[in-house]
């Protein structure tokens, strides 16, 4: 059962165009990460998807149903983590849990929360005296609270030192192993292709590709790259084979093909291929790509 369904999604602010037309839909137990340029309409997708902004045009249906008519009956079971933190400073860690705790109708322990967003040392310190990344991950832990069958997670990990990303990940994926639905904006391509389900890369307002992580990753060629001992020519197997030098790159969509046949080649020719290295293209490539067209 999809938890998420957006169908020709447009959004407005005025007369400009925020959105344009956009579809997905997130499958329960799923991490689905919506990716873009800034100003793509990641985070107004998301503010419509939470039930803060009506749409224009299309049709949002979050557990089956209208997000915006159905915003409370939702918030029971949508954890929502903001780019911008609406935390009380004067509060401390523990009483921002405790109010939290009085708001909500989930169900779950302070300190056993504290600790898993690695904050149970800062339980008495008021907000305002946590360094950003221990906001971020109080933000993340209000999202988790009562581990709600979808967390909504708009670029959770921005300002956090990489052990506290890692940390995020993890918690991400157990939630997910549990069965909880995920949908989350980043730019840290890494995160979306070490997470990530399903993608979906926004620019302009319009979702340019999306699918399986193998799915969009396919859409770019693979690369070989080798280095060649001096004076040894490769045969010209490969329509996308350059020499620079001795430095060999093979652009590539048939990657296990074209690799065994170079290597068939080079151990029948006894070549010794250096710095032999076999890739698919990373997200960041079919990324920029997007960026230019
Ligand atoms: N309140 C607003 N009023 C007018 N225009 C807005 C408003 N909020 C956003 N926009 C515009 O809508 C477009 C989409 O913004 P949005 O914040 O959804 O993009 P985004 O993909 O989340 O960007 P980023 O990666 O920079 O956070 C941008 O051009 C932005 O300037």
Not at 83 to 110: F, Y
């Amino acid at each position: 059962m999809n938890v998420i369904e957006v169908s020709g999604l447009t959004y407005r602010y005025g007369q400009f165009v925020a959105v344009a037309g956009v579809d997905f839909t997130v499958g329960e137990g799923e991490i689905f990460a919506l990716l873009g340029t800034n100003g793509a309409g990641k985070t107004t997708t998301l503010e419509v998807v939470e039930g803060f902004r009506r749409p224009a045009t299309g049709q949002v249906r979050v557990f089956g149903l209208d997000p915006f008519a159905d915003r409370t009956a939702l918030s029971a079971r949508t954890g929502v983590m903001s780019q911008q933190t609406g935390l009380i400073g004067e509060l401390t860690v523990a009483e921002t849990l405790a109010l939290w705790r009085g708001l909500t109708s989930r169900r779950d322990s302070i300190p056993e929360l504290l600790s898993t967003v690695d904050l149970a040392g800062r339980s008495d310190v008021a907000v305002e005296k946590l360094s950003g990344g221990e906001r971020r991950r109080l933000d993340f832990a209000l999202a988790i609270w009562g581990q709600p069958p979808l967390v909504v997670l708009d670029e959770p990990t921005t300002g956090l030192d990489p052990e506290s990303r890692q940390q995020l990940w993890r918690i991400v994926e157990r939630l997910k192993d549990s069965g909880t639905s995920v949908l989350l904006t980043t730019h840290y391509l890494e995160e979306a292709q070490a997470l990530a389900d399903h993608v979906a890369i926004m620019h302009g307002g319009s979702v340019q590709l999306a699918g399986t992580l193998s799915e969009v990753l396919s859409e770019q060629p693979a690369r070989i790259t080798a280095t060649l001992p001096p004076g040894v020519v490769p045969p010209r197997l490969y329509g996308d084979l350059v020499l620079d030098g001795r430095a060999l790159t093979v652009q590539t969509r048939t990657l296990q093909a074209d690799l065994y046949e170079l290597l068939r080649w080079a151990d029948q020719a006894g070549v010794a291929l250096m710095d032999l290295n076999a890739s698919q293209a990373s997200l960041q490539e079919i990324f920029l790509a997007i960026g230019k067209e």
